[in-house]
């Protein structure tokens, strides 16, 4: 009798189980973002916040912005969380995102050795800056991997009329790799490159590096926030997806944000309006 009992309950239970809900089970989602709001430590300051919110658990991929929008097109993800504008609206235009929200903002800076071999430290005009570095060949690391830190670096040379594809040589280093490794590489070769701000802040290896150049206007760096199309997407989470944008641009995320420091230094400055770009 007593057997008989002990196998009830144990069906019972796992039909109680079989039987609950989806969500209650699997209460996630899945976040393709950049690596620098993963490496900057930004993620792990603000994510148990939103969880112990709403209790949704946040799986982060941290990519390059373009990797991390390819993982999206491919359904791959429920949001994404990256720093690009033009591509990212793009990704909405073709109907892979459902809007564009703006977050936050900081901006990138370039980085180089103490010894300044192009003589640019203390500048505040990147153009000028880049141009000094191409015309002396003095070395370079670039990301080389499609992140929209390597888009800005991109844009930076263009606006500098430096055509990078004719004028890189054994001067300029593309690694193909995130932010931490491009600043370990600079610091291993006394060469320069450009860094987001946040991530330069939490490094933990600056060695003989400094920042060589910052406070131009072009180097400007916005963060957005997009949820991946569930009409293209079906498996997208997008109620759980929606309510983390919606904490992100709410003031209780933009306020967590905010109050995120390293040595003091605020990395993020929240920016998020009411409509969606």
Do not use: C
């Not at 709001?37 to 991929?61: M, N, R, W, Y």
């Amino acid at each position: 009798m007593q057997r008989r009992y002990a196998s009830l309950a144990l069906a019972l239970s796992l039909l109680a189980a079989f039987a609950a809900p989806a969500s209650a089970q699997d209460k996630s989602i899945v976040v393709a973002s950049t690596t620098s709001t993963q490496d900057s430590g930004l993620f792990g300051h603000i994510l148990p916040l939103f969880k112990a919110k709403t209790g949704i658990e946040v799986k982060v991929i941290a990519q390059g912005t373009g990797q991390a929008l390819d993982t999206a097109r491919r359904g791959d993800a429920d949001v994404v969380f990256v720093h690009a504008k033009a591509q990212e609206e793009k990704f909405v235009a073709e109907g892979h995102g459902v809007k564009r929200f703006d977050v936050m903002y900081n901006d990138f800076v370039l980085i180089g050795p103490k010894s300044d071999p192009a003589g640019v430290n203390g500048s505040k005009d990147i153009v000028a800056a880049l141009k000094t570095i191409q015309a002396k060949a003095v070395p370079f690391v670039s990301r080389g991997d499609k992140s929209g830190t390597h888009s800005a670096e991109l844009a930076l040379w263009k606006q500098a009329g430096v055509d990078i594809a004719a004028a890189k040589g054994p001067w300029y280093r593309e690694i193909g790799q995130g932010m931490g490794a491009a600043l370990n590489t600079a610091g291993a070769m006394n060469a320069y490159v450009v860094s987001d701000r946040g991530t330069w802040l939490s490094f933990k290896n600056p060695g003989d590096l400094v920042i060589a150049v910052e406070g131009d206007k072009r180097l400007f760096n916005q963060y957005g926030v997009i949820l991946v199309n569930p009409e293209k997407h079906p498996a997208v989470k997008k109620e759980l997806g929606q309510s983390f944008i919606d904490w992100l641009t709410s003031p209780e995320g933009q306020g967590a944000i905010a109050a995120y420091k390293v040595n003091g230094k605020q990395l993020f400055f929240p920016n998020a309006e009411k409509k969606a770009s």
